[in-house]
């Protein structure tokens, strides 16, 4: 297990490497900015297939715990007067912290229904907390959250480091949860929940668990887009922002955190590369998933999830298998 995390951390970092050498030698500034964008959204997408793929629920308002996240980082960063590094990395967990809290107490009500049921549930939720932001200066009588003016003159602290590494951060800590019993129970439950409880399970515990760590992650990739554009508005994160994540989910595969990384790597440079066909760029948009929905319909990946371990464990079995037969026999 240890030389497993050590070459894990090799390729992490020779990945990092790469990325830095070609952003700043190959990419223009607008390039680099899709860059930053790419990570937030593969954060989101891999913290959606938590509940999506994993859990086996429907929720649509993950936009939602997307704005809990900017607000509180936002907010924090701009008034803070602590040095750079550690007013940034605060307000990231200042964000992530907010937003979990939010998927406990909407995931509480919320996690006793499943389907459509829970579907609209957590839409009207994450409606109602745009909504709230959009007038609750209104009620407090000052100005704090600016309203559909939107909040600006946020410190643009995001940066390839900060968003790669919170990339890794965040499929780490996904895998590792998955990989524990807790995951195994929340696999357990999307498999079949009735059997699941009748096994000693606490189903309504485990939902609430991981959807709980699924809006924390959230809240993180919106500290990092708070910090990363500058300026916030309601609007960035309605409903159709929620159902924008969920095609990157359904469209890598449910249950794939790969999947979920090169959907979200493709759906967010697609629109950007369509620019120079302004007038027909949303209709190949929507070419390309159509038709992607009926030859691939489990999505890039389906279920499979990449595994470097696996990989060189069977590369070394094959290695040794050959050895064995190249072996003369006396």
Request: glycine share 10%; hydrophobic share 50%; with cysteine.
């Given at each position: 297990?240890p030389v497993r995390y050590i070459i894990n951390t090799v390729l992490v970092v020779l990945v990092f490497l790469g990325l830095q050498l070609v952003?700043?030698?190959?990419?223009?500034?607008?390039?680099?900015?899709?860059?930053?964008?790419?990570?937030?959204?593969?954060?989101?997408?891999?913290?959606?297939?938590?509940?999506?793929?994993?859990?086996?629920?429907?929720?649509?308002?993950?936009?939602?715990?997307?704005?809990?996240?900017?607000?509180?980082?936002?907010?924090?960063?701009?008034?803070?007067?602590?040095?750079?590094?550690?007013?940034?990395?605060?307000?990231?967990?200042?964000?992530?912290?907010?937003?979990?809290?939010?998927?406990i107490l909407i995931g509480i009500p919320a996690l006793r229904l499943s389907g459509d049921y829970l579907a609209i549930l957590t839409l009207g939720?994450?409606?109602?907390?745009?909504?709230?932001?959009?007038?609750?200066?209104?009620?407090?009588?000052?100005?704090?959250?600016?309203?559909?003016?939107?909040?600006?003159?946020?410190?643009?602290?995001?940066?390839?480091?900060?968003?790669?590494?919170?990339?890794?951060?965040?499929?780490?800590?996904?895998?590792?949860?998955?990989?524990?019993?807790?995951?195994?129970?929340?696999?357990?439950?999307?498999?079949?929940?009735?059997?699941?409880?009748?096994?000693?399970?606490?189903?309504?515990?485990?939902?609430?668990?991981?959807?709980?760590?699924?809006?924390?992650?959230?809240?993180?990739?919106?500290?990092?887009?708070?910090?990363?554009?500058?300026?916030?508005?309601?609007?960035?994160?309605?409903?159709?922002?929620?159902?924008?994540?969920?095609?990157?989910?359904?469209?890598?595969?449910?249950?794939?955190?790969?999947?979920?990384?090169?959907?979200?790597?493709?759906?967010?440079?697609?629109?950007?590369?369509?620019?120079?066909?302004?007038?027909?760029?949303?209709?190949?948009?929507?070419?390309?998933?159509?038709?992607?929905?009926?030859?691939?319909?489990?999505?890039?990946?389906?279920?499979?999830?990449?595994?470097?371990?696996?990989?060189?464990?069977?590369?070394?079995?094959?290695?040794?298998?050959?050895?064995?037969?190249?072996?003369?026999?006396?």
């Amino acid at each position: 297990m240890p030389v497993r995390y050590i070459i894990n951390t090799v390729l992490v970092v020779l990945v990092f490497l790469g990325l830095q050498l070609v952003s700043q030698n190959m990419l223009s500034t607008y390039q680099n900015q899709v860059l930053l964008l790419v990570g937030i959204n593969v954060i989101l997408a891999v913290s959606l297939n938590v509940a999506t793929g994993y859990l086996g629920q429907l929720p649509l308002g993950h936009a939602g715990f997307m704005a809990v996240g900017a607000y509180t980082c936002a907010l924090f960063t701009k008034y803070s007067t602590l040095p750079e590094p550690v007013a940034f990395a605060a307000g990231l967990a200042l964000g992530a912290a907010m937003a979990c809290v939010f998927g406990i107490l909407i995931g509480i009500p919320a996690l006793r229904l499943s389907g459509d049921y829970l579907a609209i549930l957590t839409l009207g939720f994450g409606e109602i907390i745009r909504i709230t932001l959009n007038n609750i200066d209104n009620v407090l009588g000052f100005s704090l959250f600016y309203g559909a003016k939107g909040l600006k003159n946020i410190p643009k602290y995001s940066d390839l480091l900060s968003v790669f590494l919170c990339v890794v951060l965040t499929c780490f800590f996904i895998h590792t949860m998955l990989k524990s019993r807790h995951g195994r129970a929340v696999l357990a439950i999307r498999d079949n929940e009735i059997a699941a409880e009748s096994c000693g399970i606490q189903t309504t515990y485990y939902k609430v668990m991981a959807f709980s760590f699924s809006a924390a992650f959230a809240g993180l990739a919106g500290g990092l887009y708070a910090c990363y554009i500058g300026v916030l508005d309601p609007a960035n994160f309605d409903f159709m922002k929620s159902i924008e994540i969920l095609v990157m989910v359904v469209l890598g595969g449910m249950g794939s955190m790969l999947g979920s990384i090169l959907s979200a790597t493709v759906l967010t440079i697609l629109p950007e590369a369509l620019r120079s066909f302004a007038d027909y760029r949303m209709v190949l948009y929507s070419v390309v998933l159509i038709f992607m929905m009926i030859f691939r319909p489990g999505g890039l990946l389906g279920s499979y999830d990449f595994s470097l371990s696996r990989l060189i464990s069977k590369a070394l079995s094959f290695s040794g298998r050959s050895a064995k037969e190249e072996t003369p026999h006396e």
